[in-house]
């Protein structure tokens, strides 16, 4: 990978961008598809973005359903035309005691990361309000489905189930448009929740705050085009367009947001 294209993307993402680079050369010299595991949407926007400037190979993402946030890519020369089957996902559905107790997005996130279980080896984990649904890569499936037997102290079993089964998720992204007068994460989160400056930072200071997955205690860290910011008892929120700046030097955004 050319070293002039790190500088377009932040320190902590070069090592994501070298590997897009050994994928990349990696299809080229064996002349065969590479399917990557799962990736977070800014994940997403790096790769088709390296691929679309330094390479004339092909792409296409899937993660188990149409609006999937989580996807894996499958990278591959002309000739190669991948069929859903390729992308090797399996959906599993979780049975639970459901009179005694409920789920939630975060206990199972939680249980699954705690059993050790890489997070780029599941997708999204959906519910339509009673049931909940994982997608897993298909060489994991039979390890996770093995670890996780319990979710907090209720004994759960993993299925795997067919996709003509798959439920309609509850949650989905309500789009916004907003003005902020800075992309630093205490800055936005402030904006979208309508919180004060401070009580923003002391979120983010308390770990309460996770960007794209992994915890950011810097209330001062710059957010990004398809970011996915996660607020402990608050919900999410997603970068979806940067579109310029009012006459006030103000940020335009579009936001994808789930509230709680």
């Known amino acids: 990978m050319n070293a002039n294209v790190y500088q377009h993307f932040r320190p902590e993402e070069h090592p994501f961008v070298e590997s897009v680079g050994d994928w990349l050369e990696q299809v080229e010299s064996q002349y065969a598809p590479y399917l990557t595991n799962f990736l977070d949407p800014r994940q997403v926007y790096i790769l088709e973005t390296l691929i679309r400037e330094n390479s004339e190979l092909k792409f296409s993402f899937y993660g188990g359903y149409e609006d999937a946030e989580r996807c894996r890519c499958m990278i591959y020369p002309e000739y190669y035309e991948p069929q859903i089957d390729d ?3 399996v959906m599993i559905e979780i049975n639970y005691p459901k009179k005694f107790t409920e789920l939630s997005h975060g206990k199972i996130l939680g249980t699954l990361m705690n059993a050790g279980i890489k997070r780029d080896y599941f997708g999204d984990i959906i519910s339509d309000g009673d049931r909940w649904q994982i997608f897993l890569a298909k060489d994991s499936a039979s390890y996770i489905v093995s670890q996780v037997t319990k979710i907090g102290r209720v004994s759960v079993h993993l299925e795997e189930r067919p996709y003509t089964e798959i439920i309609i998720p509850k949650d989905s ?3 916004e448009t907003t003005t902020a ?3 630093r994460l205490d800055a936005i989160i402030s904006t979208v929740y309508n919180i004060s400056r401070q009580r923003s930072k002391q979120l983010v200071e308390a770990g309460k705050v996770k960007v794209n997955w992994s915890v ?4 001062d860290y710059l957010l990004d085009l398809l970011d996915v910011v996660s607020v402990r008892g608050f919900g999410r929120i997603q970068i979806q367009g940067l579109e310029g700046k009012t006459k006030k030097e103000k940020f ?9």
Do not use: D, Q
């Open 87 to 89: 992308f090797e996902l």
């Open 173 to 175: 992204w309500a789009e």
């Open 181 to 183: 007068t800075s992309m």
């Open 216 to 219: 950011n205690e810097r209330p």
């Open 252 to 260: 335009r955004l579009r936001l994808g947001v789930l509230r709680k």
